[in-house]
């Protein structure tokens, strides 16, 4: 139990279009998803949390108007990048939280490249 | 704030030896703590917690102690496996709020 899944799980787009992450929730209901970034050979820098119906908190120092998080439904958040730029390649985790479990169960990742 | 340290890597054993990550941590109170494991082209997998001091989380032969005394929570396992190869990430959080991750620690195990 406790699967995340992501699609795709990795993507190359070319400079200057809006590419979109999906992290689903398989087995459970996830009232809160969390957005992470991992640069290579670096720790998971936490982007967003997202709690279902609500808008998303963004960390300090990330762009909200330019990764937009919408938690639609009890499984299933997105993550778009917009107006993506060769700096945004990197890969992108969703964690997954369900009401009163404060363990987070990660999805596999997407591996986002932009050219 | 909140924060965790982790031994730096790479780390590269030979296959059966003892490994040990070190693993330290600040915070105000008490956190529940975390080893992440992730596996190349994977996301994280959660390979043990404790939610207090003197716990002792244990999975796949991977064992870690809370030590409030000295703040460490050190990842340690008996004898390794190619399989072990990954990067192991600490953790801490406070009840339902996000976690904090080190660094990481890229294990490699030699045949």
């Known amino acids: 139990g406790a699967v995340v899944s992501q699609h795709p799980s990795w993507v190359i787009c070319k400079s200057g279009t809006s590419v979109k992450i999906e992290c689903r929730s398989l087995d459970f209901q996830a009232t809160t998803m969390f957005w992470y970034r991992q640069f290579p050979k670096q720790s998971l820098m936490l982007m967003a949390t997202?709690?279902?119906?609500?808008?998303?908190?963004?960390e300090q120092g990330v762009e909200k108007d330019k990764f937009l998080i919408n938690h639609a439904s009890l499984t299933l958040s997105t993550l778009t990048v917009t107006s993506a730029h060769p700096e945004d390649s990197s890969f992108y985790i969703c964690?997954?939280?369900?009401?009163?479990?404060?363990?987070?169960?990660f999805g596999p990742g997407t591996r986002l490249t932009v050219t | 704030g909140n924060s965790v340290t982790q031994m730096e890597g790479p780390v590269t054993l030979s296959e059966e030896a003892f490994l040990t990550i070190n693993c330290t941590y600040t915070a105000t109170g008490y956190p529940s703590l975390f080893w992440y494991v992730q596996y190349p082209g994977e996301g994280l997998q959660l390979l043990l917690k404790?939610?207090?001091?003197?716990d002792k989380g244990s999975n796949k032969g991977f064992e870690a102690t809370y030590r409030k005394e000295t703040t460490s929570f050190h990842l340690e396992k008996g004898s390794v496996q190619v399989s072990d190869s990954a990067v192991y990430f600490c953790a801490l959080n406070f009840g339902n709020e996000k976690l904090t991750f080190g660094t990481g620690t890229r294990l490699t195990i030699i045949p």
């Open positions: 964690s997954a939280r369900t009401g009163g479990v404060y363990e987070q169960y």
């Open positions: 997202s709690n279902e119906g609500s808008k998303a908190t963004y």
């Open positions: 404790a939610t207090k001091a003197d």
